[in-house]
């Protein structure tokens, strides 16, 4: 098996790679979210004690993990499923407001 090679790099960090398989590629995507992630602890951490009200930004996600996840119920309008995505706790790394939406 031939190892991982770079296909493209983007100006944000993100790197595609790719890896011949014989009859077929295959590709995956790396997208750095560290520094997201910090900022969102930190937004996190300080609305303790705050409240919740009309504008406050609850969460901040990588555009592919939105477009993959959250695109299509927003254009839909399922207010349910992105309380759901959002109040799940495998993406509480992503919420920068506490509570339950």
């Given at each position: 098996m031939e190892d991982w090679k770079i296909l493209s790099r983007d100006e944000d960090g993100t790197v595609t790679y790719f890896m011949d398989i014989g009859n077929a590629w295959v590709v995956k995507t790396e997208t750095p979210v560290d520094d997201l992630l910090a900022a969102n602890s930190e937004d996190f951490n300080n609305s303790l004690g705050q409240r919740f009200g009309d504008g406050k930004v609850v969460?901040?996600?990588?555009?592919?993990?939105?477009?993959?996840?959250?695109?299509?119920?927003?254009?839909?309008?399922?207010?349910?499923?992105i309380k759901r995505f959002l109040n799940d706790s495998s993406h509480a790394a992503f919420r920068t407001f506490k509570g339950n939406i």
């Open positions: 969460s901040r996600l990588p555009l592919n993990l939105f477009f993959d996840k959250l695109a299509e119920p927003m254009k839909q309008r399922d207010r349910k499923y």
